[in-house]
């Protein structure tokens, strides 16, 4: 059974850091592109990041570069995304999705149930 779990979400002050991970099971994760999206409150989901399946390539919407990085480690089934100087305004829920090709293209076909972030003082 394909999975995928957030983790690592939670409250945390404006200018602080949080790292997500998003662990699989129920297939080898090396042999595919992830990504990872927000949706936050009365707004449509945003795709923040993909990284391809060798970790060599990785790509960042506006509002996740310069801030936000996406690693993975294969051997324990797992991405990450670090995520810096945080502000109110990326207050969401944070999805990994699984991308069917090794790299993004965007058709992701299985989604995680999320982990909730709260940028708050």
């Known amino acids: 059974q394909v999975q995928l779990v957030e983790s690592g979400g939670g409250l945390v002050q404006p200018g602080g850091s949080l790292r997500l991970s998003c662990a699989a099971s129920?297939?080898?994760?090396?042999?595919?592109?992830v990504g990872w999206f927000r949706r936050a409150p009365g707004k449509e989901r945003e795709g923040l990041s993909c990284i391809s399946s060798s970790g060599g390539i990785t790509y960042y919407s506006d509002s996740a570069k310069g801030r936000f990085t996406i690693s993975r480690d294969n051997a324990k089934n797992t991405v990450y995304l670090q995520m810096n100087r945080l502000k109110p305004e990326d207050t969401a829920v944070y999805y990994c999705a699984r991308d069917p090709s090794r790299i993004c293209l965007g058709n992701y076909n299985y989604w995680g149930q999320g982990t909730q972030v709260t940028v708050s003082s």
């Open positions: 129920g297939f080898t994760l090396a042999d595919y592109a």
